[in-house]
Structure formats: structure tokens, C-alpha cells
């Protein structure tokens, strides 16, 4: 009987025991969609992006317009046209319309892999800047992802915000 009591009271110092450790711990939240939708470099990197594709966007869209063009001019001709003109501009429309999906394929995958890394160096740029406070504020731990509740006394995702736009 002493030792089931002697037992209880080692279970009961061992819960104790983290509770009053983890009263000393701090630890701090950041709203990982916030940060990355509110973040200045965010605006910057979908600005670079836009610059970059704008002549590709612009191209593809004078030749979607060509396109159009071509076949609402054969429909207006195709009245006045031989058949084999009129079979003729039809395999050309048709090839042209095959070339303008492949480079429209080509410039979603293009502009696709050239977000992800701009979104990775975001990412990149956000765990460095989360680190940087942490240790300048001392925080035990902070917690960036994954996180379903957290109160405003340990959100941190304002400073992180604070942070990135005086590094921009």
C-alpha cells in the first residue's frame, strides 16, 4: 500500500513538473498567411514576375487576337472561297491554334516554376526574419505553421510584418 502511494506521488511530481517549467518558457505564434499575403516583398516578387512576362503575355495575346481575326475573316470569305482555299485557311487557323495553346501551356508552367521560387525565397526570407526576433526577443519557441489557435499575447505575425517591411 505504501508503495502504490509512494508511486502516485512520483506520477503526480512528474505532470507537475512541466507545467511549472513551461510556465517559464516563451513562446511565440505567427500567422504563416498573413505574413506571406502582407508581406511588402510579396508585392515586389509579383511585380518582378509581371515584368518579366509581360512581353510573353502581350505577345500571346496579339496572336490570340490574330487568330480571331483569321477566322472571323474566313467566316465572312468562306462563302466566296474554293474549297481548297477554304480547307487551306482552316489547316492554317488550326495549326495556329495548336501553336497558340502549346506557348500558352509553355507560359503557364513557365510563369508556375518562376512563382514557386519567388515564393520560396519569401518563405526563405520570413523563417530568417522569425529567427532574427526570436533570438533578439529571447523566445524559447515560435511557431509558424500549422498552428490552429493561438491568443494575441503570443502572436507575433504584426512584428514578423514590422520587421520584413523595414527590410524592404
Known sequence: MKKMKFIWLLCAMFIAAPMSYAADLKIGVVNAGAVLDKSPQK???????EKEFASRSQSLES???ALRAAQE???KDGAILS??????????????QRE???LQDEYSEDLSIRRNEELRKLEKDIAETIIDLAK?????????QGVIFASDKVDLTDKVLQMLKAKN
Open 43 to 49: 508585392a515586389a516578387a509579383l511585380a518582378r514576375l
Open 63 to 65: 496572336k490570340h487576337k
Open 73 to 75: 475573316k474566313l467566316n
Open 83 to 96: 474549297a481548297d482555299q477554304r480547307r487551306d485557311r482552316e489547316r492554317d487557323i488550326l495549326s495556329d
Open 100 to 102: 497558340l495553346q502549346r
Open 136 to 144: 533578439k526577443e529571447s523566445f524559447d519557441m515560435i511557431l509558424y
